[in-house]
Structure formats: structure tokens, C-alpha cells
């Protein structure tokens, strides 16, 4: 019962109301009982010095005065009651409107851009179970911290996109300057590294815009029974000759009999290529990259073994991070922005499917693997 009394606000009230009936009755019993004998008394004795008059008018004198008498009990009794239920009111007011202005005031001020915005939580620190308002200030408080998050992100993605642009741009702007004093050759390797910083700006706007897509959820996937062989065969052949170029072997190792996964074609051979092509950015020439293929449980693992850079450990929890480049000139040199892992691991949640990153350290090579359901 007083667990039920202390969790809903509606029963607050309702006990309040009753200790303020409560309270009335008391006060018109005792007032009957001590206050009228007293009030009749008096009038009679008033009475009773004019004797002279009738019955009739005797009888009608002492209905008037009981009525007086009576009349002035229960006006006393009133104004304690109204006393009474105005404390009580004000009480109540206090812990329920209080709170709710409080909080009225705080959500005009995030709406103001100030997400640092909180309000206490009432009974928040006597450790006692929380009513509706101490739960209401609770979800207040942590919609105002999701909003901050969000914030805080939106300023570290504008802060790191203007970032990515920036190196680009000042390459661009320092040949051209090159060219227009003359400290440069008006010739076709110097418009061609141009032309590389500019094609570095179009892939990074790429992604961004990818990026913004898959994380917003903006893409629909057409998820269909999908051969394994089929996935891996499309990304050996777009690869193919990069590794040929680069002097890296590329093999592939795939269980037999493996059962269809629930795949969107694309959208897993987007992420396929980006671990094939990473692996090949990050194994010098004379070293090999695998793709493999396994059954595991309900899923198909798939995996990017190589024999490159590797990664330290230190590193690793964080290669899905927008933006995040073990080493920034060795990346950006290969024309990475350090969003293609993180657009992979949206996908690839987007399919049930849960992507690692692991590595013996550096100089030992990385595996990247992902898993898919089966059909
Ligand atoms: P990028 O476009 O820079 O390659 P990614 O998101 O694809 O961005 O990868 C993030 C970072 O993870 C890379 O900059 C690189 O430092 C590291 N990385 C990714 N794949 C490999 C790999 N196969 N071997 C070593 N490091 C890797």
C-alpha cells in the first residue's frame, strides 16, 4: 500500500484530499461538541431577561439562536478546514508544479541550444522509489544528454570534414600559386597531380555523402539468397589486376557446399571491395591476400586475411571510426578518408551481420571478417 502510494502521484493527491476532509470532519465533531454548548448557553441566558413574550414566540426565539449558534460553529469550522486545505494545497503544488516549471523552463533553454541543460529529479536523492514526476525528470534528463551527444557529434563531423578538405584544397591552391609565379613547369605532371588532389576531394565528398546515407539509414536494402562464390568471384574480378600491378597475390579459399547467405549483392560487394582494396593498399608487393569463407552456425564468415603493415593493438578498437587512420600520410597517400570501414560496418549491421578487425601487430598482417546470415 505505501509502495503503491509513494510510485503514483494520483494517490498523493488522493490522500492529500482525504487528510483535508479528515482534518474538517475533526474540526465540525469537536465543534459541536465544545463550541455550541457554549454559543446555545449564551444566547439563552440573552433570552432570558425578555420572559415577558409568549410560547409561541419563545419557541421561535430559540430556533433562531440555535440556528445563530449553530451557524457560528460551523463558521469556525470552515475557516480552519480552508486553512487547512490552503496549506495543504500549497504543499502539493509546490512538489508537482515546481518540478514541472522547472522543467518547462529547462526545455525552452535546450530548445536555445543549451544542451548542458538538466533538471533535479524530485525525490532523486532520498533514494526512494521514484513517482511519475521523478520519473518524468529522469527521461527529461536523459533526452537532454541524447540531444548533447548528437550535438557534440555534428560539431566533430563538421570539425573533421573541414579537415579532410582542407589538406586538398591547399595542395591544389599551393600548385596553382606555383604555376601563376612560375616556380612551377606549366606541364602535364604538374595539371596531373592537380588532377590527383582534386580526385582525392570528389572520392572524399563520395563517401561523405555515402556515409551521411548509410548513417541515417537512408538506403533500402534488397536483401535476396546470394551464392558466396558469386560475392567473392565479383570482387577478384574488379581487383584482380590492382593486385597483379602491385605484385600482391590474390587467393581465395571457399568451403565447399557453403549455403546461400541473405545478402544485398551490392551493398556486400561494396563492403568486400573496400576490405580487398584496403588489404591490398596495406600489404607491400611480394605479399599475399586471402579471401576466405566458413560456415559458422547460422551465419557465413567472411574473411580478408593479408600479409601486410598490420595493425597495433592499441589501434584496432578504433579502425571503425569515422575518420580514424593508424598512419594519416600513409592513408591519405593512398587516397583513403578513413570512412570506408565505418561504411562497411553499417552495412554489414544493416544485414544481421557483425564485422572485426584483428591483427597479430604491426608488420604481421590483418584480418578483417564479417559475418552474413544464411538464407
Ligand atoms: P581508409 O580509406 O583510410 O583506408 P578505412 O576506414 O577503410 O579508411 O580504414 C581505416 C584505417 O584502418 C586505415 O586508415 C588504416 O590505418 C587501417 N586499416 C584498414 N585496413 C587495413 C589493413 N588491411 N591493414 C592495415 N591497416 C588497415
Not at 82 to 103: D, G, H, N, T
Not at 205 to 218: I, P, T
Request: hydrophobic share 45%; with cysteine.
Amino acid at each position: 500500500m505505501l509502495r503503491l502510494i509513494r510510485r503514483h502521484l494520483r494517490w498523493k493527491l488522493f490522500l492529500s484530499y482525504m487528510v483535508v476532509i479528515l482534518i474538517g470532519t475533526v474540526v465540525v465533531a469537536s465543534a459541536a461538541e465544545f463550541a455550541v454548548p457554549a454559543a446555545f448557553e449564551r444566547h439563552m441566558a440573552a433570552m432570558a431577561s425578555s420572559m415577558s413574550a409568549d410560547s409561541e414566540q419563545l419557541e421561535l426565539d430559540l430556533y433562531a439562536n440555535f440556528h445563530q449558534a449553530t451557524t457560528e460553529a460551523l463558521g469556525l469550522a470552515m475557516l480552519v478546514a480552508f486553512v487547512a486545505a490552503l496549506v495543504l494545497s500549497l504543499f502539493i503544488s509546490r512538489r508537482v508544479v515546481l518540478p514541472v516549471q522547472e522543467m518547462m523552463a529547462a526545455s525552452q533553454r535546450i530548445a536555445d541550444g543549451h544542451y548542458d541543460e538538466r533538471v533535479g529529479v524530485p525525490g532523486g536523492t532520498s533514494g526512494e522509489e521514484l513517482d511519475e514526476l521523478g520519473r518524468l525528470a529522469q527521461c527529461f534528463n536523459q533526452m537532454a544528454a541524447s540531444l548533447q551527444q548528437t550535438e557534440t557529434m555534428r560539431l566533430e563531423l563538421i570539425g573533421n570534414v573541414a579537415h579532410e578538405l582542407r589538406t586538398p584544397l591547399s595542395s591544389i591552391q599551393g600548385y596553382m600559386e606555383g604555376l601563376i609565379d612560375g616556380v612551377l613547369p606549366a606541364e602535364a605532371e604538374t595539371f596531373q597531380q592537380v588532377h590527383r588532389e582534386a580526385d582525392r576531394l570528389q572520392r572524399l565528398v563520395h563517401d561523405l555523402q555515402e556515409l551521411s546515407r548509410v548513417e541515417a539509414g537512408a538506403f533500402e536494402l534488397k536483401l535476396r539468397p546470394t551464392p558466396v562464390s558469386r560475392l567473392v568471384e565479383t570482387a577478384t574480378a574488379r581487383l584482380g589486376r590492382q593486385f597483379e600491378d602491385k605484385g600482391v597475390v590474390l587467393e581465395t579459399d571457399i568451403s565447399p557446399n557453403l549455403p546461400p547467405v541473405q545478402a544485398d549483392e551490392g551493398r556486400i560487394g561494396q563492403v568486400l571491395l573496400n576490405l580487398v582494396g584496403n588489404a591490398l593498399q596495406y600489404t607491400p608487393a611480394g605479399g599475399r591476400v586471402c579471401i576466405r569463407a566458413r560456415r559458422q552456425g547460422r551465419a557465413v564468415l567472411l574473411s580478408v586475411h593479408d600479409t601486410g603493415i598490420g595493425i597495433a593493438p592499441e589501434h584496432l578498437p578504433h579502425v571503425f571510426q569515422r575518420f580514424y587512420r593508424v598512419d594519416k600520410s600513409r592513408s591519405r597517400a593512398g587516397g583513403g578518408s578513413g570512412i570506408g570501414l565505418t561504411i562497411a560496418q553499417h552495412l554489414v549491421e544493416a544485414h544481421d551481420g557483425e564485422i572485426q578487425a584483428a591483427s597479430a601487430g604491426p608488420g604481421r598482417g590483418s584480418v578483417f571478417s564479417f559475418t552474413l546470415p544464411v538464407a
